[in-house]
Structures are given as C-alpha cells and as structure tokens.
C-alpha cells in the first residue's frame, strides 16, 4: 500500500486528505498525519490501515474535546457525552477526556460552582440551578458545595417582580401568573409568597 497523494481540503478544522492507491482516502488532522510520519510515495504494509484509522480517530476526538472545551467549561462527564454525540467512539472520547484531565484542563468542581454562578446571574432559584447541574452532567457528590454558594433569593425575586409589576399594584391574575413564572425559575413557593407580600395584601391576593 503507497500513500499516492496528500491534498488540502475545506475542512474547518483543517484536515488533510490522504489518498492510497488502493483507493480509499482518508480526512486526516495534520497533528495525525505527523505522527504517523505520512509522506506522498511513502510504503505502508496493507496491515498498517486499521492502525491509520485507530489513530485518525483518536487525534479527531482530541481536536473535537479541545474545541468543546474552549467553547465553554464543561464536566468530564459531559464532555464525553458530548463527543459520543458528535461521533466519537465511546474509547475515543474517554481518551481524550483523560488526555485533558491529565493536562488539568478539565475540573468538575471548578464547572459547577460556574454554573452555580451563571444561575444566580440569570436570576434562578435553587431549584432551576439543580436541574442546570443534572443536565451538565455534574458529578452529584459536587452539588451541596456548589449550591451552597447560592445567596438568599429575596433580592432575585424582587428584581423580578419589579420589573414584572412596573411599579403597578398587581391584581389577583397578575399576581398568579408572576407565581408561575418564579416557580418556573426554580424559586420556592415560600420565597415567592414573602415577597408577594411587600407588594400585595395576603388576604386580598392569596386564596388558601
């Protein structure tokens, strides 16, 4: 088997494509092609295709979770997903995620306290901020740390419903619907009925 041609293609990330006069062809990353040492002319054993694609395989999953992660923080977990749904294979994307782990370029607890963060900022309560930790795949043993930095809801709450009521006194079907939306946020019930409170009478707005 002979390497016949070696071409530039539009590939985004780059990749090369590797022809072989037997006639398959092969995307390649540069990264990979150096490290088989690939050359146009170059004379390979017929056997030596499987090893080209293990390693084809493994430097995509690489370039894929090193992108991913540039993109956002994410878990280990996630990041593994994530590459599976891309395309990986389930040994690829483990391998690149213990690469980057072991270049400390990954950190589950660092992520969830982020996502604690990027919570808080949107105005969440507890409860919304536990489904964003479920959905990013955070390791369970890492939610109590995290959720604990969360601060008391009141002034989320009130910013909301300032901006909900503009300073208007909320009527009963006002004051339901503002519910609805708080508890959608992930706020509790009780928190949302404390600061109901500051803007409309119990006994008028609250039917038990």
Excluded at 74 to 85: A, F, N, P, S, W
Excluded at 142 to 168: N, Y
């Amino acid at each position: 088997m002979r390497v016949e041609a070696i071409e530039q293609t539009r590939s985004p990330q780059g990749k090369l494509r590797v022809r072989f006069d037997s006639g398959e062809s092969l995307l390649m990353l540069p990264a990979a092609i150096a490290e088989l040492g690939l050359y146009v002319g170059m004379e390979l054993p017929a056997a030596a295709m499987d090893s080209i694609k293990e390693t084809c395989g493994a430097a995509s999953a690489k370039e894929r979770a090193v992108r991913i992660v540039s993109a956002a923080s994410v878990t280990k977990r996630e990041l593994q997903h994530r590459l599976v749904q891309k395309g990986e294979t389930e040994e690829h994307a483990a391998q690149a995620v213990q690469w980057l782990d072991e270049l400390h370029l990954l950190d589950d607890r660092n992520t969830a306290a982020q996502i604690v963060q990027s919570g808080v900022a949107r105005g969440y309560g507890a409860a919304r901020i536990r489904q964003m930790l479920y959905e990013k795949r955070v390791p369970r043993e890492l939610w109590d740390e995290a959720l604990a930095e969360i601060p008391p809801q009141d002034d989320a709450i009130d910013t909301f419903l300032q901006r909900r009521f503009r300073g208007k006194t909320p009527d009963r079907l006002e004051c339901k619907r503002a519910t609805d939306a708080l508890l959608r946020r992930g706020h509790s019930w009780e928190d949302i009925r404390r600061a109901l409170s500051r803007y409309a009478s119990e006994e008028e707005f609250f039917e038990e």
